[in-house]
């Protein structure tokens, strides 16, 4: 499972490593903070793997760390609100991200959109 919050990305799947624990994972140090305080652990360095950061977590703790970043928002726009709590270059992946996900678009939405686009044009 992927999570964006306003403190970075993670990444937590059970890779069996711990049982009854997920790993979460992140490619920077700082989106593990409040989970890694949650779990009372210290965030591991692993540089040869596609993450390099970790904690484990059970699932539990990491609902509790997703309730708690849920009641937090207080923001109309989540791309705003990663530029002031993180940093540019959150920022504009943060928009990479909008913008692949764009692709998946429902086709209803494409022809909508299509047709309206068509008609201004014109």
Known sequence: MWIF???GFISA???GVKPGKLAV??????SLVGIAQITDSVI??????DYQYR????????????????????????KDRVHETLD?????????VWVAMNEV??????????QRYTRVRQ
């Open 55 to 78: 904690v484990y977590a059970t699932k539990k703790q990491l609902t509790e760390l997703v309730s708690l970043d849920i009641e937090m928002i207080d923001y109309g726009n989540f």
């Open 88 to 96: 540019n270059d959150f920022h504009h992946a943060a928009g990479q």
């Open 13 to 15: 799947v059970d890779n």
């Open 44 to 49: 591991e360095f692993t540089p040869t793997r």
């Open 5 to 7: 919050t306003q403190d």
């Open 25 to 30: 994972r992140a490619r920077d140090r700082k």
């Open 105 to 114: 678009t429902d086709k209803e939405y494409r022809d909508w959109a299509d």
